[in-house]
């Protein structure tokens, strides 16, 4: 997210250097934990593994670690993890590869949602693993969603993050665009603590929308 910004406000070798931490990263983090088939096309990362459960958890492994250590140098991810078929080599294409890109792209926050009959999933609800949420969409109706937890920074310290790295020059003013992406990224971390606080179920959302849950403790405190 947020790579035009980089491209526009990093010039020369800082825009390089820019393109090596995204690039040398994703190698890194691919090589750690076993992803042999990764494409990087722009900003856009494809991985694929086999249906394998095994694989699936190598895959969410990976992903959570990657939104944690690129988010960490300013390089916020947004993705969607998907089954079903796709040609791997030089084109890489498929049915799998265009659910994927929709449902990355109608989502509004910083993190990686799985598609809702993502097979496979039912023995992976954990907070290190998959929460059941309803994903934040640009649009699009309300449902729930297996989602990646993952560690998300408190609120300061995701605004500084995303004001950092050519993602916003000096004299930029908060756009609502921003600010939602920030809003429902907290929201989601709130909600993580709100499970492993109360030891709620990660496998079922508990609530109507996200802020649900949260308000009903605070009216409580």
């Known amino acids: 997210m947020g790579f035009g910004h980089i491209v526009e406000n990093s010039k020369g070798d800082a825009l390089d250097r820019r393109i090596d931490e995204w690039v040398t990263l994703v190698e890194a983090t691919a090589k750690n934990f076993k992803i042999k088939n990764i494409q990087l096309i722009s900003d856009t990362l494809f991985a694929s593994v086999t249906q394998e459960p095994d694989s699936l958890v190598q895959l969410i492994d990976f992903i959570r670690e990657l939104l944690t250590a690129s988010l960490s140098i300013s390089l916020p991810l947004r993705g969607a993890i998907v089954s079903g078929e796709c040609t791997w080599g030089r084109l890489t294409y498929g049915p799998a590869v265009i659910a994927a890109h929709q449902l990355e792209q109608a989502q509004n926050w910083i993190g990686v949602a799985c598609a809702p009959a993502m097979p496979g999933v039912d023995a992976l609800w954990s907070l290190e693993r998959l929460i059941c949420y309803p994903v934040p969409f640009k649009r699009k109706e309300i449902r729930l969603h297996p989602v990646v937890a993952w560690p998300v920074p ?8 995303l004001a950092r790295g050519g993602l916003t020059k000096n004299g930029d ?7 939602e992406k920030i809003s429902n990224t907290v929201l989601f971390g709130m909600y993580m603590k709100f499970l492993s606080r109360t030891k709620s179920s990660p496998s079922v959302f508990h609530g109507f929308l996200p802020i649900h849950p949260i308000a009903t403790v605070m009216e409580h405190l």
């Open 173 to 179: 003013i908060l756009t609502w665009e921003v600010g």
């Open 154 to 161: 408190a609120a300061n310290e995701l605004i500084k993050l």
